[in-house]
């Protein structure tokens, strides 16, 4: 994917079990007891308090599939996302199957390769990409390569596998030895469907490694790391087009929550905006919502404002809006095992609002080039009335975009022009220039 066929795109995040399971004799619902995920039979559950259950949400399946996503995507693209990212789908044994049993078959829960042929079909018939998770940071201990190519893994001083975050599961890789290497990239070149890799944990991967994979995909398949911090130097060095956001994550959670203030936020994100690459700036994902952390709904407090607020920035300030399956209804959930709960299909008249208002805002950002590559100037950041004002703006036009969260509405002047801006609310204006 050459850098010109990523533009103004707008992610969308789905965990396959948990999305749509179409059932049909091709396509049986999971057996419970199949298998053996960590000493436990698995479990097979329809209802939102069992599937998020802590103790046992990794090896209990509600049975999502292949086909079921690619029946939703109607939903999905009338949203007005243009990718799909999928987390893992290859052999494993969790629900999240971040524990890969084998990298070459797509998980037979999830369906078969040409169900995955025919998802990638109707993706290109939309003019949707795919992107794919890729965990080479770890396997499974039930991978081949464990038994057969223990060379594959770090040991310990003692000789035991290193495992993930020491966990005792997940025993890790050691990408540097070559003849690993050899086979990851080989693992790459059987998916040629993938527009685009994630890379999980890669912040624990070598750099070494990672600068041959992103070599090895060349310039028209694209990389984005899952970095929770400030991945600047990989950036500029070149390993990822783009990172999944976390940063962005943490401070609008905290702003809108009264724990950042406006002109805090802008200087946070202005470590962002100045620090990495621009073409970075643009990729890297600006998330709210994710696998791996509570529900965004949850974090605010179930505060609708807020909730419309935070789409406004992911999708107003510069970087690639993801939404999270569900979030676009304003599901709630606590903790990992609560954010994989079952996406809602029966939403109610107020979630159909949340999701027509989010449809709005991505709207306003494919009608103004410069909302998604214009470059960016924070205006006005008053900690008083709890307004942040910022223009994005290209050579054909400008847009200068307001927020508060403050109790009363805000009238800001400046640049030649005013902008009022409602309580608790945004506003926006576009001029050419």
Known sequence: MSEHTWGNEVVYQVFPDRFHAHRAPEHPAPRAGAFHWNGHPIRVASSPRALTHRRHHQYTFMGGNLEGIRRKLDHIASLGATVLYLTPIFQARSSHRYDTDDYHTIDPMLGTAEDFGRLKHALRERGMKLVLDGVFNHTSYDHA???AQPEFYL?????????????????????????????????????????????????????RFLR?????LGPERLVFGEDWDDARFDLHDGLYDGVTNFAFQRNV???????????????????????????????????VGNHDTDRFFS???????????????????????LIYYGDEWGQTGWGDWGARGPMCWRPNALQRARRDDLAAILKLRREHPALASGRIRFLHASNQDRTLVWERFNEQERVLVGINVGPAAVQWEGEGQTLTIPAQSWHHQASAR
Not at 212 to 216: A, G, M, Q, S
Request: charged letters at 20%; hydrophobic letters at 40%; aromatic letters at 10%.
């Open 145 to 147: 390569w464990f038994t």
């Open 155 to 207: 040991r310990t001083a003692g000789g035991q596998p290193e495992t993930w975050m020491g966990t005792g599961l997940l025993p890790k890789l050691n990408p540097e030895h070559p003849p690993l290497q050899e086979a990851l990239l080989r693992v790459l070149d059987q998916w040629p469907e993938a527009d685009a890799w994630r890379l999980d944990a890669s912040h624990l991967i070598a750099r």
């Open 212 to 216: 041959r994979l992103r070599e090895h």
């Open 253 to 287: 959670k905290a702003f809108l929550c009264g724990d950042c203030s406006p002109e805090t936020l802008a200087n946070r994100l202005r470590v962002i905006y100045e620090g990495y690459p621009w073409p970075g700036v643009l990729r890297s994902w600006n998330m």
């Open 299 to 321: 974090m605010i407090g179930g505060n609708e404002a807020r909730l419309r607020l935070a789409w406004v920035l992911q999708a107003l300030l510069p970087g690639t809006p």
